[in-house]
């Protein structure tokens, strides 16, 4: 699957609908998908949003390493996909994303949809920019992660 590029700010309708960025549509009429999976980020306050195929693959290499007869194996399963949901993107590019995963994360109606290479990150505007790293703090992970 190729990458999804961009962050756009996008704005939820009264029925919780939002339109998927055209360049994310793109990205997916080319793999052929039109259902995401959607999950609360274990990290942030903020929903992971996988296109099938994605999710599939993602899950896949979670369950290969976990041993679900060792509780906290299964304890960490069970909590991982909890809440999980697949949506589709209707003929009008547009998903319904549910209100009580939305509240949970502290979304109202003004959004943004991050790209994050095959997977989209949804956040709540002020919470996206709250976690903005500087350009030094960039570079000191960056020399952190790669070194050697």
């Not at 095959?118 to 000191?140: C, F």
């Amino acid at each position: 699957m190729a990458s999804f590029i961009g962050d756009y700010t996008c704005k939820a309708d009264n029925k919780c609908r939002v339109v998927v960025p055209a360049s994310f549509r793109r990205v997916m009429v080319a793999s052929q998908q039109t259902f995401f999976v959607l999950r609360k980020n274990v990290f942030g306050k903020c929903i992971d949003m996988y296109p099938l195929q994605e999710w599939e693959a993602m899950i896949a290499g979670v369950r290969a390493r976990l041993n679900l007869f060792d509780p906290q194996h299964a304890a960490f399963f069970r909590e991982f996909c909890r809440g999980t949901l697949e949506v589709e993107m209707d003929g009008n590019g547009r998903i319904l994303l549910p209100r009580k995963m939305l509240q949970e994360v502290g979304i109202d109606k003004e959004m943004v949809l991050a790209a994050q290479d095959t997977m989209i990150q949804i956040w709540d505007v002020n919470a996206y920019a709250a976690v903005a790293v500087s350009g030094d703090e960039l570079g000191r992970m960056a020399t952190e992660i790669f070194k050697n």
